[in-house]
């Protein structure tokens, strides 16, 4: 499975963007999804997650402005990101696992990786 992250770019403070990850191979073996990002001389961190049963995951500074889903027809994950902050200025990463159901937290969970996309918000 390959991952392609798109929809990043330069955005004010208060503004969205939807960020999208298109996947080729065998997409139909993916069961969880997640968004990272990577801000720099931080570690990545994981902002929201997926599970194949629909069930999601937020980081704290992500609730109530981002929302995961998926694209059924595709099998991958789209983020939507609001009321974006310079905080969230970072490299964001589409991840995606072929393992179980659920929801996956940790980093080494994840099988497949995108490139990354970059997000920048000016003040």
């Known amino acids: 499975v390959q991952l392609v992250e798109s929809g990043g770019g330069l955005v004010q403070a208060g503004g969205s963007l939807r960020l999208s990850c298109a996947a080729s191979?065998?997409?139909?073996?993916?069961?969880?999804m997640g968004w990272y990002r990577q801000a720099p001389g931080k570690e990545r961190e994981l902002v929201a997650a997926l599970s194949s049963g629909r069930s999601t995951y937020y980081a704290d500074s992500a609730k109530g402005r981002l929302t995961i889903s998926r694209d059924n027809a595709k099998n991958t994950p789209y983020l939507q990101m609001n009321s974006l902050k310079p905080e969230d200025t970072a490299m964001y990463y589409c991840a995606a696992s072929s393992r179980g159901a659920n929801i996956l937290l940790l980093f080494r969970q994840y099988d497949y990786w995108g490139q990354g996309t970059q997000v920048t918000v000016s003040s």
């Open positions: 191979g065998s997409i139909f073996s993916i069961n969880a």
